[in-house]
C-alpha cells in the first residue's frame, strides 16, 4: 500500500480520518490506539510475516528503556544501553547483511531472509531513544505515546527518522488528531506535491533510468552521452521520489495533528558536499552526527582524525543503505568528498575569501551537483562491473560517439560517429524532459517554501492562500490520475 496507491488514497487513509474523528470525541486515547492499530495494518499489509518482529521490536525497546531510566546513576544502566543497542544491530544485521557476508566469504549456503520493511529506519529509532534516555534528555513516555511515537504510519516506512524529543511532547499535548484549517489545508497540499513529484515526475523520468542502467549491467558499452543522461536522469528521479515521500509524509503527518522533522531541503542547490548532507536525508545525517561522528570524537582531536571519522561513518552510512559493495563504494566517495571539504577548510586561512571566491555560489552548486551525481553510479548500479563500467564512459574512456555528420573530422581512433546514442537506449521524448526537471531543481522553490511552512521549528502555520490551494488541487488531480493509468512503483528508499 504505497501513498500513490489506490488503496491509500480512497480506503485505507479515509477510514483512519472517519476514525479520528470519530475517536477525538471520546478521549486523545482512543485516538492514539486507533493510530496504532492503523499503522500496524498498514505496516503488515506489505508483509504480514513482519509485524510481530515490529512489535517485538518496540516491546522489547520500551522495556529497556525504562531500565535505563530506573538505573540512571548505575553501570548497569550503561550495561543495559549496550545489551540494547546490540541486540537492535544483531536483528538488523541478521536480516540485512546476514547473506551480504555470507556470500563475500563465498559459503555454499544463504539464510535467504526477506528484508522486514522499514527495519533500518525503526532501528535507528529506537537506538537513538534508549541513548537519550540514559543521557537524560528524554524520559520514558506512555507506553501508547511510544507505541504511537514508533509505528505512526506516515513516516514508518521510510522516514524521516523521528526522535522522541520531536513527537512525544505533541502527543501529551494531545495534539494527535486534533485537526484545524490550517493544519488540514497545508498538509493537503504538501500532500498533493508529492503526489504529483512522484506520479508525474520521478515515476515519469523512470524508464529512460532503467534502460540504460539496465543496458550497462548487460555489458552494454555505453557511450558518453548515454552514460551521462542515464546519471542525471536517476540523480533526478531519487531526487523527487525522495522528496515526494518526504513531503508525503509531514503532509499526512499535519493532517493528522503532528508535524514531522524535516528531512529534505533543496539539497541539489547545496553549495558543497557537506551543505549537501544537511539538507538530503536530513534526519538520517543528524542520526550519523549526534550518535556515531561526534561520540567518535567528531574533529576535537584534529583534522585528520576528524576527517578518518567522516569517512568511517560515511562508510556505515552507505552500508545502511543497502548490503552491497556498490552501496559501500558510494558510502566510501561521500566520506572522501567531505574529508577532503573540511581538510581543504582546515589549511585555509581566509574563509570569508574563499566563500566569495573560490567558490562561488553557481559554480560550488554546479561543481557539487555534478560529483553528487556522479556518485550515484554506484548507488544505483546492480554490481561494481556494471557502475565502473558506466564510470568509464562518462569520463570517455569507452570511446566518445558523436553524430554521423561529423565524420568528416579526422578525431583519432577513441571517436566514432556512429550518433550521440549508438545503442538506441534512449528514449527522445523523455530526454526532452531533463531541462524542465532541472530548471525546477535549481530555480523552483520548494513545497516549504511554497507554502510557507518551517517545519524545524515549532513556528505558526500560516494558511494558504487559495490560489496555493487552487495549484495543489491541480496537482493532485493530475497525481492521482497519473498513479491510475500507469503502474505504481515502490519509493527508492522503501526497502532500506
Known sequence: MLFNEQTFLFYFFPVVIVGVLVFRLRSSYLTSWWIILTSFFFYGF????????????????????LGIEKMAVKRSGHNLLIFGIVCNL?????????DFIISSFHLAYSLNLTLPLAISFFTFQQIAYLIDVRKGKVTTPSFTNYCTFISFFPQLIAGPIVRCQGMIPQLQKGLLGKLSSKNFWSGI?????????????????????????????????????????????FGLQIYFDFSA???????????????LPLNFDSPYKAVNI????????????????????????????????????VLLVMLLGGLWHGAGLTFIMWGFIHGCMIGFYHFFRSFTQNKAQIKSALLKKLLASFVTFMTVNAAWVFFRSE???????????????????????????????LVSFDGIFPNQTVDLGL??????????VWFAPNAYQLLRLNPKKDSYIVMPSFQIIFLCGLLLFFGIKVSFETLSYDFIYFRF
Open 274 to 309: 557537506v551543505d549537501f548532507w544537511r539538507r538530503w536525508h536530513i534526519t538520517l545525517s543528524e542520526f550519523l552526527r549526534d550518535y556515531l561522528y561526534k561520540p567518535l570524537g567528531g574533529n576535537r582531536l584534529g583534522v585528520y582524525r576528524g576527517v578518518f571519522n
Open 383 to 413: 554490481n561494481m562491473n556494471s557502475a565502473f563500467g558506466m564510470i568509464k564512459s562518462m569520463i570517455g574512456l569507452n570511446g566518445i560517439s558523436l553524430p554521423r555528420s561529423f565524420d568528416f573530422l579526422p578525431l583519432g581512433e
Open 90 to 98: 544483531l536483528i538488523l544485521a541478521i536480516y540485512k547483511y546476514a
Open 189 to 233: 497540499c504538501l500532500f498533493s506535491i508529492g503526489l504529483f513529484k512522484k506520479s508525474c515526475l520521478a515515476d515519469g523520468i523512470r524508464p529512460l533510468v532503467d534502460v540504460i542502467f539496465s543496458a550497462s549491467y548487460d555489458g552494454i558499452t555505453l557511450s558518453l552521452a548515454e552514460a551521462w543522461v542515464a546519471v542525471l536522469s
Open 245 to 259: 515521500y518526504s513531503e508525503m509524509a509531514l503532509g499526512l503527518g499535519l493532517i493528522l495533528g503532528l508535524r
Open 46 to 65: 506489505h508483509g504480514w510475516q513482519h509485524l510481530p518482529l515490529l512489535i517485538l521490536s518496540v516491546l522489547v525497546n520500551y522495556g529497556i528503556g
Open 431 to 440: 530526454l526532452a524532459f531533463l531541462p524542465v526537471l532541472l530548471a525546477i
